[in-house]
């Protein structure tokens, strides 16, 4: 049974993730006319799904609401000023910080005690939309492609990647014990639910933020492949945790190659949706046939 308001907290939290995609410009736009405390007053309104998750399940914590409310004001305050202090956008120290701060609440998953176990997806998706609103709309990032309109170039380029990747992959993962053949032929539908799900709500907000955000600021600074192989080290190591309590070291190599074909497809033409296909293609097969 759906509870209506956490339907709501669900349109909410999904709005500024695909009003972006098809409508950055317009958006940034409105920022533009919005005076300071408007565009802070604006931020806020990403702890409205907190309190209407929080009230229908009677899990209110006022610590909770404050950081809900003051984390995305912090991140368009700090969003605001690099933009003023780096037009080049060669990268601030704000920028690396506030990833930095959203990377590892995620990835350590701070924030997720405020949230009901099956409802814990909340949290990761509005810390992506305090990113999006501050880098995106008010720090008004170039480059990075965030854009749902696919082409035909993204889908060439994404599984040209995935075509490349998954043959290494599978010998070396089979190699050090990560993977494992299952010769099971899933029905069509839940595999096509599996890689839509897996597209929207894994690999286009990672691929945002590792390739879009972080690879893209980082190579202005360091260069292009510096960059590539830097972010893609960085990936890996964000999957440590993943499936154990101790440090995943079969994972973090599997991804951090991984990372690199990801890079690789988002830099053909700078755009998210190409790299997004790589990594969510990737995720399907071995989520069905290797895991």
């Not at 409310?69 to 037009?87: E, I, K, N, S, Y």
């Not at 909340?122 to 008004?140: E, H, P, S, T, V």
């Not at 043959?167 to 595999?191: D, E, K, N, Q, T």
Request: glycine share 6%; with cysteine.
């Amino acid at each position: 049974m759906v509870i209506p308001a956490i339907a709501i907290a669900a349109l909410i939290t999904l709005a500024p993730f695909l009003a972006t995609h098809f409508f950055a410009k317009k958006l940034q736009g409105v920022a533009e006319a919005f005076s300071i405390k408007a565009r802070l007053l604006v931020s806020a309104i990403l702890c409205v799904p907190y309190v209407l998750v929080a009230c229908s399940t009677h899990t209110f914590h006022w610590g909770w609401l404050a950081l809900y409310a003051l984390l995305p004001a912090a991140v368009a305050t700090l969003m605001g000023q690099a933009r003023h202090l780096d037009p080049a956008q060669r990268g601030n120290w704000r920028d690396y910080l506030i990833l930095a701060i959203l990377g590892l609440a995620v990835d350590l998953r701070w924030f997720e005690r405020a949230w009901p176990p099956h409802l814990a997806v909340f949290n990761k998706m509005l810390l992506l939309d305090a990113g999006i609103y501050g880098l995106l709309i008010l720090r008004q990032l170039d480059g990075v492609g965030f854009d749902l309109r696919l082409r035909l170039r993204d889908l060439l380029v994404g599984l040209r990647e995935f075509i490349v990747y998954t043959p290494i992959a599978i010998a070396l993962g089979l190699a050090i014990g990560f993977l494992h053949l299952h010769a099971s032929w899933p029905r069509v539908l839940p595999l096509t639910g599996a890689l839509v799900f897996t597209f929207f709500f894994i690999a286009v907000p990672e691929e945002l933020f590792f390739r879009g955000w972080l690879q893209n600021l980082l190579e202005r600074r360091i260069g292009r492949y510096p960059a590539l192989f830097l972010t893609a080290v960085l990936f890996g190591l964000s999957h440590w945790n993943k499936r154990t309590l101790h440090f995943n070291w079969r994972y973090v190599l599997l991804a951090a190659l991984a990372g690199i074909f990801y890079g690789r497809a988002w830099r053909q033409q700078r755009h998210v949706g190409a790299s997004a296909i790589t990594h969510a293609t990737v995720d399907t097969v071995w989520s069905f046939w290797l895991r």
